[in-house]
């Protein structure tokens, strides 16, 4: 049978956890998917339990090592070990829920980049580690995917989908930008002109951590890469330059200041771990960030809500188009002159014609770079 997609699972000590995810292998994945273990050194049991679930499983499963442990080093060698077009990426803590990979294998013929909903799945009896977690990462991979919480859309490598042929446009994952891997590959694709969806129906369960210091090791990594990113993609912070204890606190506001109760301890911990973060990677990045990306030479759109895109134009930043000045984008997108846009502006809010050559005058210089 012609494989469609593979399936990349890194895992790094996960015997815990293996079972469950077999389980759900077996039940909900299709046979046209190869499924691809990526073993990061792991020092349990785990590669033995994947050895033992590839001999029972009537599922096309293979298991390679990578000595090198990471973030982006087992996905990097799991691409180089598959030829097929479709490429998904599941987490060993994530469990695929019905129809999983047929939703992200169709959505990845009407874009490069899918990306999944990342459901919380916690015990009856939840740590506080695990509940806060939980409450934190609600509806993340829209947040992500719609970028509302960053300059450029995402997706979380955990539950993402990628064409092949994006790899050979953008570049591997990046080791420099450690946890933030997978944001950096996003936006440079982006910014490479391919293109992300959100699959809301594409579900996984996550199995979030139970331990604290697990939980905030993960919430000081985040602050690490938020600081990565901001030097790598200097061109999208468009703040003056400030002093590394002074975005921390930015970080700090940012987490504390969510819907959860403000009296939480582990929440200002978590906070705090955050911004500790940051600052340890403001001081960093001068000497790991070797690798600036480049503005790009035009502005870029991505779907940011329900008939709604986000315009980035270098230089000048973000916009939000909806109605008819989304009609009005994407005929300029298509090649409309400038009298045509004045025209549909014309029509669209009563404008005279004076007025209207005025206006789209003011709508070319607004989505040219800087």
Known sequence: ?????????????????????????????????????????????????????IAHSKLHVRLVDESVQGFPEPLRRGVSETTADKILFLDADCLPTKNWAERMITGLDSASIVVGETENKIRKAPSDAERLAADLFHGYSEFCALARGHALPWGPACNLGVRRSCFENVGEFSSAAGSAFDIDWCWRAILAGETLSYLPKAKVQHRRRVKK???????????????????????????????PE??????????????????????????????????????????????????????????????????????????????????????????????????????????????AAHEAAHFVEAFEPA
């Open 213 to 243: 210091t697990a939980f905030l090791e993960q919430m000081h990594r985040y602050g690490l890469g938020e600081a990565w990113l901001r030097h790598a993609f200097q061109f999208l912070d468009e703040q003056e330059a400030r002093k």
């Open 1 to 53: 049978m012609t494989v469609i997609a593979t399936i990349i699972i890194p895992v790094l000590n996960e015997e815990k956890r293996l079972p469950l995810l077999f389980k759900a292998l077996d039940k909900v994945i299709p046979a046209s998917c190869e499924i691809l273990f990526v073993n990061n050194a792991s020092t349990d049991n785990s590669k033995k339990l994947i050895g033992e679930f």
């Open 246 to 355: 002074h975005l921390a606190m930015d970080a700090f506001r940012r987490l504390s200041a969510t819907k959860l109760s403000a009296d939480n301890p582990l929440l200002a911990e978590a906070a705090a771990a955050n911004a500790i973060g940051v600052i340890h990677g403001e001081m960093l990045p001068r000497k790991i960030c070797k690798e600036t990306r480049a503005a790009p030479p035009k502005a870029i759109s991505w779907t940011s809500g329900k008939d709604e895109i986000t315009v980035y134009v270098p230089g000048r930043g973000v916009t939000t188009l909806a109605g008819p000045t989304l009609l009005v984008w994407h005929a300029w997108q298509s090649g409309a002159t400038e009298k045509k846009i004045a025209s549909m502006l014309a029509e669209a809010f009563e404008l005279a014609p004076e007025e």
